[in-house]
């Protein structure tokens, strides 16, 4: 148990409240030097991008934690074209502004440019740049709901210039960020080693999927040789076509932009395929609009396997759900496809483990197209070859991956439950140690 500070002051500020007596609450356009951010140099323009030696930093770039180097680098001549591109210092903080990564931050460990997405601050005499990190982390849900745009919220500038940050003596914030440091670290390694342990189940239920739908459930079968790479051999009483054989493969055209003479109806979009191995009504399905062959075509029926077919990173394609009901107004939308089986003897279910597989999911990768965003064609669908077990088999198959899966999944949701745990006891304690909560100034050796 930490003790709080003797005295406190009120500060009017809602993400302070009180701080301790001898603090200040000090604005951040008052207090940093520098506040900026960067451009753009126009994309194709092989003189501002090839053989580029510059750190140029993205918000994907962001990780909350040290930048030790960019995944892009521009030219010189980018420099010499664009005045707004400023190369700045190792220890500067940056912050994301726009869209999916906003409020993540990261401090530099080199000299860097930047997009126009990244705010950075740099230069300050009453700040440590480490205390001005750990501040922003504490408070950037409020931050966030500062933001102003709709679908991509954003924070500009002035936004984070008129922040009020709590600024204890330089003195002390070295001993805060002396105790943050340990805490955090200390918390972090039993994140990572719990992420490790999800990672060991995770390998052991691709090793159910994969021996299941490639060998069988009978260690002792006679196996055969598919002469197809990604599948190697499977049970010699088994047989193996391609996926257009025995399924239609639908890539959706729906998207959730209204047009005239179209039906209301709800849309099971890429991110419901993408988090959910499993499609049902309880799920919160946006509203879109539809016409009849759309519905008629893309209506989810019971059986159905939804697959992601487009995406910035080959790794998230060929991602498969299985739909467990009939649907009256729901239908599948655009970055997505659509396999229904309709040949008898085999079962969505079955193809649904298949397409779970790491085997398979490998091949997808390989076979994406794309350089900034990949795809999956419809051929890349149709043409994989899969294969085909007795239909019996293939119940027992799906069922054993059930089961197994089952336990595998309660014990991957405890972890996840810990990890959370343990991310909230972080934030709370960074809050209360940055805003003087907690008086941590002989804590440092505990």
Request: hydrophobic share 35%; proline share 4%.
């Amino acid at each position: 148990m930490i003790k709080p500070y003797p005295k406190y002051k009120d500060t009017n500020v809602s993400w302070l409240s009180n701080l301790p007596e001898h603090w200040e609450a000090r604005k951040l356009s008052r207090s940093i030097k520098l506040i900026g951010s960067g451009t753009t140099p126009k994309s194709g323009k092989d003189e501002y991008y090839k053989n580029g030696t510059i750190n140029w930093l993205l918000t994907g770039d962001l990780n909350d934690s040290y930048i030790y180097n960019t995944s892009k680098k521009i030219t010189p001549k980018a420099i010499e074209d664009y005045s707004t591109l400023k190369n700045y210092p190792k220890g500067s903080i940056v912050m994301a502004m726009y869209g999916a990564t906003i409020g993540k931050l990261g401090i530099l460990k080199i000299d860097s440019t930047t997009n126009q997405a990244c705010c950075v601050l740099s230069d300050n005499e009453l700040f440590l740049n480490k205390f001005i990190y750990y501040h922003l982390l504490a408070i950037r849900k409020d931050i966030i709901n500062l933001s102003f745009g709709g679908g991509q919220p954003n924070i500009s500038q002035d936004i984070i210039k008129s922040l009020k940050l709590s600024c204890p003596p330089i003195e002390e914030q070295d001993k805060i960020v002396d105790f943050l440091d340990k805490k955090t670290k200390e918390i972090d390694q039993s994140i990572s080693d719990k992420k490790q342990l999800i990672q060991l189940y995770e390998e052991e239920k691709q090793a159910i999927i994969n021996n299941a739908v490639t060998k069988g459930l009978d260690n002792n079968t006679e196996l055969k040789e598919t002469g197809v790479e990604w599948l190697g051999s499977i049970p010699k009483h088994w047989n193996y076509k391609k996926l257009k054989y025995v399924a239609d493969v639908f890539p959706s055209n729906i998207d959730k932009k209204s047009k005239d003479k179209e039906k209301e109806v709800y849309l099971c979009n890429y991110m419901d395929v993408y988090n959910n191995d499993y499609i049902h009504k309880d799920l919160d399905f946006m509203k879109a609009t539809a016409s009849n062959d759309q519905i008629e075509k893309f209506k989810l029926r019971i059986g159905d396997v939804l697959a992601t077919k487009d995406s910035e990173s080959p790794d998230d394609i060929g991602i498969p759900a299985l739909v467990i009901e009939d649907f009256d107004d729901t239908v599948l939308g655009y970055h997505t496809t659509l396999i229904r089986a309709f040949d008898s003897d085999i079962l969505g279910s079955y193809i649904f483990n298949l397409m779970r597989s790491s085997k398979l999911n490998a091949h997808f990768e390989i076979s994406a197209r794309g350089i900034t965003r990949f795809g999956l064609s419809v051929s890349a669908f149709k043409d994989v070859v899969i294969p085909i077990p007795p239909k019996e088999e293939q119940k027992s198959i799906v069922s054993y991956i059930e089961q197994k899966l089952k336990s595998i999944k309660t014990n991957v949701s405890l972890i996840l439950d810990e990890i959370e745990l343990l991310k909230e006891y972080k934030q709370a304690l960074i809050y209360e140690a940055v805003t003087g909560k907690i008086d941590v100034r002989d804590k440092i050796t505990d």
